[in-house]
Structures are given as structure tokens and as C-alpha cells.
DNA sequence: GTTCTAGAAC
DNA sequence: GTTCTAGAAC
């Protein structure tokens, strides 16, 4: 028979790290299958995830952890990024690009993706991935630029209102069809795929 | 952010 | 019985 240990003593919780997996990000900077471009200010990846047929992310190399942290010193880097995401999305003149930022990210350090609005993409999958991009919690980058400047900041979304806009009903992104799951929306959405000839 | 999977939804 | 979603991950 072993000895009896005091079991609260053994497993007591380690405090653990801050999430590993939210600082993905640097590595995927660094990675050069993803790495398109960099200047002096910002570096482009692309996403290693892609929700759409094109997906990009362009981020400052300067350390912003988030919106949220953005003052009016950061506008002329908002302003960059937005020139630096277009310039990407008008290299693919068959597709039609959205610039914006996720009210509330899950990986750590600023991102402004920059995403072709097919959504046709084997990782787009879930529910929140779909609202992310096509409710209010996708922040139009030249709304926040406009944002930025005539108050200084950007208002947080609310954790209240970021629940309901995960909540939205599955909707089209480009008519009025109602999806009951998201299979169902996945293959409908491939009704707005460009034909080429 | 993703993966995994229990159990809800069908 | 199978498909699909949603929450935990030590």
C-alpha cells in the first residue's frame, strides 16, 4: 500500500501561460509559407486558415495587441494597412474584397483582414465563422480609419452585443436566403460564384 | 484561432 | 441511425 498524499496539494492548479495558441499570429508572420510582403511598417501573410478563396491578413510590426489600444498616433498606420490591403486585393481583379477588423479577435496583436467575399473555403465551417465576417463584428477598415479620426479611439463592442451578433440567423451575404444549418448555406453560397467562361 | 466529441437535432 | 452544433481544452 502507498503512503496516502494529500490529493489537494498534488493537483493543485498551475497557473498557466496566457493562451499559446493566441500569439499564433508572430509565428505565422515569420512562417514563410504564409509570409506575400513586407515594407517598413507592416508585414502580409496569409491567413493560415482561409475563410474565402483569398485571404490575407496585413499587420503592424509594431506590437498593438488590439483595437482597442488604436489612438489617433496609429491613424497614418490605419491608413497604410488599408493602402497596403487594397493594393493585394486590386492584384486579383476577378474577386471583390473585404477590408476590415473582428470586434473582438481571438489571436492577440492587430489584424486587418483582407478577404475575398466568395467565402467559398473548406476552413469556413462553423457558425461564428460566418458572423465574424458578414455581421457588424466585421469593422469595415475605412469605418474605423473615419472612426478613429473624428473621436480618437474605437468604441469596444459590447460582450452583450457580440453575443447577439454571433446569435445572427445564417443569412446570405449577397440575397435574402435563410440557411437552416451550414451546410445548407455552403452550398447555396456557390450560387454566387462568378461563371467564367 | 483549431480540434475533438457529446448530445441535440433531424 | 446520421448529421450537425457547441463547448472544453489542465
Known amino acids: 500500500m502507498s503512503t496516502k498524499r494529500n490529493q489537494d496539494e498534488d493537483t493543485k492548479p498551475v497557473k498557466k501561460h496566457a493562451s499559446y495558441w493566441a500569439m499564433g499570429l508572430l509565428l505565422s508572420m515569420k512562417d514563410p509559407e504564409l509570409f506575400i510582403k513586407e515594407d517598413d511598417a507592416v508585414v502580409v501573410i496569409k491567413d493560415k486558415y482561409p475563410k474565402a478563396q483569398y485571404h490575407f491578413l496585413v499587420l503592424p510590426k509594431e506590437n498593438i495587441t488590439s483595437l482597442v489600444k488604436v489612438t489617433k498616433e496609429h491613424l497614418q498606420l490605419l491608413k497604410h494597412m488599408n493602402k497596403v490591403g487594397q493594393d493585394i486585393a486590386e492584384s486579383y481583379p476577378n474577386s471583390v ?4 477588423y473582428h470586434a473582438q479577435p481571438s489571436m492577440s496583436r ?3 483582414h483582407v478577404i475575398s467575399d466568395d467565402f467559398n473555403s473548406t476552413c469556413l465551417k462553423t457558425k461564428k465563422h460566418w458572423n465574424t465576417f458578414t455581421t457588424d463584428f466585421f469593422l469595415p477598415s475605412s469605418k474605423v480609419i473615419s472612426e478613429v479620426e473624428m473621436q480618437g479611439k474605437i468604441t469596444p463592442v459590447t460582450n452583450d452585443k457580440i453575443k447577439k451578433l454571433m ?4 443569412k446570405c451575404h449577397k440575397c435574402s436566403f435563410l440557411a437552416k444549418n451550414m451546410p445548407t448555406l455552403k452550398s447555396h453560397i456557390l450560387v454566387h460564384l462568378k461563371k467564367f467562361i
Open 167 to 170: 446569435d445572427t440567423p445564417l
Open 110 to 112: 492587430l489584424h486587418l
Open 97 to 100: 474584397f473585404k477590408l476590415g
